[in-house]
């Protein structure tokens, strides 16, 4: 608790940050948070790591290039520039990552974010470099494009996706959190609270909350039993008393249209932040975009498109990757399809009618994992249904085969579908495919599922599967479909590799 109150000062005496609150990952909360190891105390610690990481990379990354131009002899030390064009190179690229604010305190550990902006910094970066080498040409400067760029952009990557893993780690034990006191009324106070502790990934665990309602002191939410240590007028001398980093004002706590105003000049001269949490549920930041009018902040909100040129770069996407997983993949397909056949009689590739963009069916490939009479047997298990109302699934299903088991358990099953992507039928990332009798029940929301191309995996094999609500599947279907991005379909990639490796809900 001392080191917070030590923040006292010239750093301290700043006007409030005020944003928005994104979504962030799926970390289970703490029971409890380690004051002396959150807000601005954490923040700058953290931020020291990436510096030292991020620095370490781009000198290595650099430093190899500069040594394979040696290696290959097309550049001696005593040509004019050898030794100073890694210096430039190297305060550019660690420039730039400054100057896009990668190591900001409301993206770090975000994920997609952050990431792009690394990616960001590194183009522009490399961009201004190029600009540079025209203009004084040197014939070796290019091996640095050829190597510093590739490795050292993608080591910048993994170096913040493993610092992301530790920090999400640290703050399931109450490490690296910053103290965070909501403002609403109750019932929007009561779901920003909710989110926040299933989502550690946020950065905040709630001491207190302001209400004025005066219907009890606490609330339980979850096991947890928040005190509500005051009324909306007195948010700041509050915030003061918990030593809290952070005021979530949730939804519109009053009618007074000076509430915001005057709640952030009450927390003038403090390091207190000040967040708005939005209720756009389901929007992804992409979408969100600010227009400063005077007198009328503006937020505009993007209309969801499903075509245009966003769609083609996701075609193009689809095609080069599944070509080449098909072309990778194919000794492993033979040999599961041997296996399949020597396991138990009957094809090795099961066919089945599927609803696609917009309800067209096609014939989806998976390699078989029951026995060939299972849709005949189907009709004497429906009561034992394990699924989540809508979809049939049975845990301990008798028609899966023993090769079958282990194929859906690492999701070895859906490896052929690589050829519906390729075809035009399936994406690589998108909604689950659904079976025609389930389309035809859908409502009129859950049809927007079918804007687009169904995927070979998407939000819902990563997030549990077959363990998933209906409810929740749908939810996860949906906003894919309205904030998709190839960004983040290279991030619901990286994680299905980690998801097929230590799998959650197949069965």
């Known amino acids: 608790m001392s080191e917070l109150r030590q923040r006292s000062g010239p750093s301290a005496a700043r006007r409030p940050t005020l944003r928005l609150v994104e979504a962030p990952s799926s970390v289970h909360a703490p029971a409890r948070v380690d004051s002396t190891q959150s807000g601005l105390a954490w923040t700058s610690r953290y931020a020291t790591i990436l510096r030292t990481t991020d620095a370490a990379i781009v000198v290595g990354s650099v430093g190899l290039a500069m040594l394979a131009a040696l290696l290959s002899e097309t550049a001696a030390a005593s040509e004019p520039g050898f030794l100073l064009i890694p210096v430039v190179i190297v305060t550019v690229w660690l420039t730039a990552l400054a100057a896009f604010q990668t190591r900001e305190s409301h993206i770090l550990a975000s994920g997609a974010l952050e990431y792009k902006r690394v990616l960001n910094a590194s183009a522009l970066a490399f961009g201004f470099l190029a600009i540079g080498f025209v203009i004084f040409p040197l014939e070796f400067a290019r091996g640095y494009f050829v ?54 990934g946020a950065g905040y665990f709630v001491v207190g909350v302001a209400v004025d309602d ?34 979530i004002v949730a939804g519109d706590p009053t009618s007074e ?49 499903f075509d245009g040129w966003r769609h083609v770069y996701k075609r193009a996407f689809d095609v080069l990757f599944a070509a080449t997983a098909l072309l990778v993949l194919a000794p492993v397909l033979v040999g599961v399809a041997i296996w399949i ?21 096609f014939e989806m490939l998976k390699f078989r994992s029951m026995v060939v009479t299972a849709e005949d047997d189907l009709a004497g298990l429906l009561d034992g249904n394990d699924g989540n109302g809508v979809l049939f699934k049975l ?4 028609r899966v085969t023993r090769a079958g088991r282990w194929l859906r358990k690492f999701s070895l099953d859906e490896l052929p579908q690589f050829w519906n992507v390729l075809i035009g039928d399936m994406s690589i990332v998108g909604p689950r495919p659904p079976l025609q009798s389930e ?29 998933l609500s209906w409810e929740e599947s749908v939810r996860l279907d949906l906003y894919y479909v309205e904030n998709w991005s190839l960004t983040g379909d290279l991030i619901i990639i990286w994680r299905t590799i980690h998801t097929v490796i230590r799998p959650v809900g197949a069965y």
Not at 172 to 192: Q, T
Not at 214 to 234: F, K, Y
Not at 275 to 298: N, W, Y
Not at 395 to 398: E, S, V
């Open 147 to 200: 190597l510093a760029l590739p490795i050292g952009a993608g080591s910048l990557l993994v170096g913040r996706w493993i610092c992301r893993r530790w920090l999400l780690r640290q703050r399931r034990f109450g490490h690296y959190l910053s103290r965070a006191l909501v403002v609403g009324k109750r019932a929007d106070v009561n779901y920003v609270i909710q989110q926040l502790d299933e989502k550690a």
């Open 214 to 247: 005066g219907v009890s002191s606490s609330m339980t939410i979850g096991d947890r039993h928040i005190p509500i240590v005051a009324g909306i007028g007195t948010v700041a001398a509050a915030a003061a008393a918990l030593h809290a980093d952070t005021v």
């Open 257 to 305: 249209a000076g509430f915001i105003r005057a709640l952030s000049w009450s927390l003038e001269g403090t390091a207190t932040e000040l967040v708005l949490s939005s209720r756009l549920t389901d929007v992804a930041g992409p979408r969100i975009h600010f227009r400063p009018v005077e007198g009328l902040p503006l937020i505009h909100v993007e209309i969801p498109k």
């Open 341 to 361: 056949r020597l396991d138990s009689s009957g094809p090795a590739i099961f066919r089945q009618e599927r609803c696609g963009r917009n309800g067209e069916k």
């Open 395 to 398: 845990r301990n299903d008798p």
């Open 439 to 467: 389309a035809d029940v859908y409502e009129d929301d859950v049809r927007r599922r079918l804007f687009i191309k169904p995927g070979l995996t998407g939000l819902w094999q990563i997030s549990g599967r077959s363990d």
